[in-house]
C-alpha cells in the first residue's frame, strides 16, 4: 500500500486535515494506495509556494528554464519502464500502451517546449524617426493545471512544459483516480533541479479540492482538460476574475468513410480511432459514418477485427485492452449499451462487461462493442459515452455525411477516409471540428494547433499556442527623438 502525499514547495505532505481517499486499481478492484483528501487550506499553502517562487523563477535566463525541463524530460526516459509500470496500475491500460504512447509523449513533450521556446522570438514596429515598437512576452504568475484520468502522465506534461518555461509557477491537481505518476513526477521534479515552489501539486476530489483551486484569488489562468460539464463550471467561477482559460472538454466524433476508401488501411485505422485505450480518449472516434455501397463489406471486416482484440490483464504483453477506469465507469459504459438495445439497435459484437481470469476477474472490463440500426436521435450518437462503444450508420451521399457529422454539440476531432484529394479538402472544410485527420487517426504534430469547437472546448494548446495562453504582451515603445 503506497501512500501519495501533496508536494508543496519541494517536499511531500499529507493533507493538512488529515483525511484521505482511496486509490484503486481497476483492473482487480484492489485499493493500491492512499492518497490526501485536500481542502482549502491545502490550496492555500500550494497557491502561496508558487507566489513566492515566482519571482525568482521569471526572472532566471530562459536557458536555465529550458535546461531544468530537458533534465525532467531526461528522467522521465530514464525512469520510464517504472512510470509505465505505474500509470498501466493505476488506469487499467495495457502496460504495453503506456509505455509506448504515454511515456514516449511526456518525454516529448517537455523536449519540445524547452526547446521550442529558444525558437520563439518577438515583434518589433519601426515607426522610423518616430520610434520604434517592441513586444515583450511575459509569465502571469503561479497557474492551475488540472489534468483527467485517462492521460495522466501525458496531459499534465502537454501543460507542465509550457507554463514553466515561460516564466510561470504551477499548481497541478491530477484526477484523483490517477494520482501515481503524477507523485513520480514531484520527486522527478526535485531530481531535475526545479526549486521549490515552482510545482506544486495537491491532490482531492473536484469539488473540493479543485474548485478551491479555481477559485482561489491568486491563480492567474486555469488549463483545464476533462468533461464538458466541468469546464462549463469553471468558465462560470473564473469569468468574474477575467482570468486566462484554456478548456479541451469532450468530444463525439464521427470518422466518415467514401465509397473510395482504401478499405484495409480505413479498417486498421478504425480500429485504432475507436478502440484505444478501450475508447477512452477524447479523440477517439465513436461514430463511423459510411457510405452505403461499402457499408456491409466494411461492416463485417470491422466486426472479425474488433472480435480480435485482446481484452485482460494489462500486464500481459499481448492483451490490447485493458479495464475501464472504475467500476463506476464500466457500470456508466453499460447503461449506454442497454439503451441501445431499447432503442432497437443491434448489437454486432461485444455489448457487456467481461470477467478474465485470474487476478483480474473483479476488474472493470468492458468488451469492444460494435452497435447498427439505431435511430438517428439515439443518445449513443449524440452523447459522449468514453468507453469502447462505437455506432455505425450508413450515409447515401457526402452532403448527407457532412450533416450527420456536423450535427451533435461537440466539435474536436474527425477522421475522413478517401483517396480523392479534392473530397478530402473540401470535407475537411466544411466539418465542424477543431482537428481533421486524412486516411489517419491521431498523428501529432506538437507544432499545430490543439483544441475543439461548440462544446468540445475554448482556445488551442500546442506549439506558440500554449506558448502565448501562459504569458501575457507588453508593448514597449521607445521615441526616436
Not at 536555465?64 to 531526461?74: N, P, S
Not at 521556446?117 to 519601426?126: L, Y
Not at 483480474?360 to 449513443?380: H, N, Y
Not at 455505425?392 to 451533435?408: G, K, M, P, T
Request: proline content about 6%.
Amino acid at each position: 500500500m503506497r501512500t501519495v502525499g501533496n508536494f508543496i514547495a519541494g517536499r511531500t505532505q499529507p493533507a493538512l486535515e488529515g483525511g484521505s481517499l482511496e486509490n484503486l486499481n481497476p483492473a482487480t478492484g484492489e485499493c493500491i494506495a492512499r492518497i490526501p483528501d485536500s481542502g482549502p487550506a491545502d490550496v492555500d499553502q500550494a497557491v502561496a509556494a508558487a507566489r513566492e517562487a515566482f519571482p525568482d523563477w521569471s526572472a532566471r535566463p530562459v536557458a536555465d528554464r529550458m535546461e531544468r525541463l530537458e533534465r525532467l524530460a531526461g528522467l522521465i526516459q530514464a525512469n520510464a519502464e517504472e512510470l509505465a509500470a505505474l500509470e498501466s496500475e493505476d488506469t487499467g491500460k495495457p502496460r504495453r500502451l503506456a509505455r509506448e504512447i504515454d511515456m514516449q509523449r511526456a518525454e516529448a513533450n517537455l523536449r519540445f517546449f524547452a526547446r521550442a521556446m529558444s525558437q520563439w522570438s518577438s515583434a518589433g514596429h519601426d515607426m522610423g524617426p518616430t520610434g520604434f515598437n517592441y513586444t515583450r512576452r511575459e509569465p502571469l504568475g503561479p497557474v492551475a493545471l488540472i489534468t483527467p484520468w485517462n492521460l495522466p502522465l501525458y496531459l499534465l506534461t502537454w501543460k507542465l512544459g509550457p507554463a514553466l518555461v515561460t516564466g510561470n509557477t504551477v499548481v497541478a491537481k491530477p484526477s484523483e483516480l490517477t494520482p501515481l505518476t503524477a507523485d513520480a513526477l514531484a520527486r522527478l521534479a526535485n531530481e531535475a533541479g526545479l526549486p521549490a515552489g515552482v510545482f506544486n501539486l495537491v491532490h482531492g476530489l473536484g469539488a473540493r479540492c479543485g474548485q478551491a483551486l479555481v477559485d482561489h484569488p491568486d491563480i492567474k489562468a486555469v488549463s483545464f482538460t476533462g468533461g464538458t460539464v466541468t469546464g462549463r463550471r469553471i468558465a462560470q467561477s473564473t469569468a468574474p476574475r477575467l482570468i486566462k482559460l484554456s478548456l479541451e472538454l469532450g468530444g463525439k466524433n464521427p470518422a466518415l468513410v467514401f465509397d473510395d476508401a482504401d478499405l484495409d488501411r480505413t479498417v486498421a485505422g478504425l480500429l485504432r480511432a475507436g478502440f484505444t485505450n478501450q475508447g477512452q480518449v477524447c479523440l477517439c472516434s465513436s461514430r463511423f459514418l459510411i457510405h452505403e455501397s461499402i457499408y456491409e463489406p466494411l461492416v463485417e471486416r470491422l466486426v472479425e477485427a474488433v472480435k480480435g482484440l485482446k481484452v485482460g490483464d494489462p500486464e500481459d504483453e499481448d492483451n490490447t485492452q485493458g479495464a475501464l477506469i472504475s467500476a463506476a465507469h464500466r457500470d456508466k459504459v453499460l447503461g449506454y449499451i442497454d439503451q441501445a438495445r431499447q432503442d432497437g439497435g443491434r448489437i454486432l459484437c461485444g455489448g457487456e462487461a467481461t470477467r478474465p481470469t485470474g487476478r483480474c476477474q473483479d476488474g472493470a472490463f468492458v468488451l469492444p462493442t460494435l452497435i447498427a440500426d439505431l435511430p438517428p436521435e439515439s443518445r449513443l450518437h449524440r452523447e459522449e459515452i468514453f468507453g469502447p462503444v462505437v455506432t455505425l450508420q450508413r450515409f447515401s451521399s457526402e452532403e448527407e455525411a457532412i450533416a450527420l457529422a456536423n450535427d451533435v454539440d461537440y466539435g474536436l476531432a474527425a477522421t475522413v477516409w478517401t483517396e480523392g484529394l479534392s473530397r478530402a479538402h473540401r470535407v475537411a472544410g466544411r466539418l465542424q471540428s477543431g482537428i481533421v485527420w486524412v486516411n489517419n487517426w491521431l498523428v501529432r504534430d506538437l507544432r499545430t494547433p490543439f483544441g475543439g469547437v461548440k462544446a468540445s472546448g475554448l482556445g488551442r494548446e500546442g506549439g506558440h499556442w500554449s506558448l502565448e495562453f501562459f504569458t501575457e504582451p507588453k508593448n514597449v515603445f521607445i521615441n526616436g527623438d
